[in-house]
């Protein structure tokens, strides 16, 4: 079973078009993420939500805009796509309530790549 | 704010050789740290997490990190790598109240047959 499964695995688009990436955990978890991995393979965190409610919003350009129509999807929308852009997006998702340990779970990663 | 510091950018190594990776983290108050594993092509798994108590921390595949408060740091190590050790590893950091999770630049480890 997968905990964490985010669709596509590999988006290759066109600049200046939207695209979306979506995200589903079935653990059961109050709280996803949403991450950027550079050709550097650095790791950033773009936002979180807790309950469907944003409770990180990194320095991220309003071009993207993450949405949780409940608590076990986070998907997350790029309008006007940028070269930039191109990198591996990851969803995680943890528990925060009630929790001790607060571990994230990491989804597959999406490969997006902007030509 | 916090960050984390990966001294090493890339290891090579040859088989049954130890490894030591090192982690520097900056945060003004109660952590939880974390190595994470991300081996080509894959999506990134835990490898071991220390949240309290013993500081000397066992994860899976053999790996163990050590937790020392006075230097602000989080050792991963080894003793006798394999093959299939060729990976990323980033560690990461998150202060105990919050749920921000700040990783490192990561080390990418080649391990040589």
């Known amino acids: 079973d997968t905990a964490v499964s985010q669709t596509p695995k590999y988006l290759v688009t066109q600049m200046g078009n939207d695209k979306s990436i979506k995200c589903e955990q079935n653990?059961?978890?109050?709280?996803m993420y949403w991450y950027k991995q550079d050709s550097k393979k650095f790791l950033k965190i773009m936002f979180s939500y807790n309950n469907k409610e944003l409770i990180i919003n990194e320095t991220v350009p309003n071009r993207f805009s993450p949405k949780s129509p409940d608590k076990a999807h986070l998907n997350l929308h790029i309008n006007s796509l940028e070269l930039g852009d191109s990198a591996v997006y990851f969803c995680a998702s943890s528990q925060v309530l009630a929790s001790s340990y607060n571990e994230q779970f990491f989804g597959p990663g999406t490969r997006l790549t902007v030509l | 704010a916090q960050s984390v510091s990966q001294h090493n950018h890339h290891v090579i190594l040859s088989e049954a050789a130890s490894l030591e990776l090192g982690c520097n983290y900056s945060?003004?108050?109660?952590?939880?740290l974390f190595w994470y594993v991300q081996y080509p092509g894959q999506h990134l798994q835990l490898l071991l997490k220390?949240?309290?108590?013993?500081?000397l921390v066992k994860g899976i595949k053999g790996f163990e990190a050590e937790f020392i408060k006075s230097k602000f740091s989080f050792n991963l190590r080894k003793p006798s790598v394999q093959w299939s050790d060729t990976a990323e590893y980033f560690c990461?950091?998150?202060?105990?109240?919050?749920?921000?999770?700040?990783f490192g630049g990561g080390t990418r480890v080649l391990v040589k047959p």
């Open positions: 653990l059961g978890h109050d709280t």
């Open positions: 220390y949240f309290s108590g013993d500081p």
């Open positions: 990461a950091v998150k202060g105990a109240a919050g749920n921000k999770l700040t």
């Open positions: 945060y003004g108050g109660t952590v939880n």
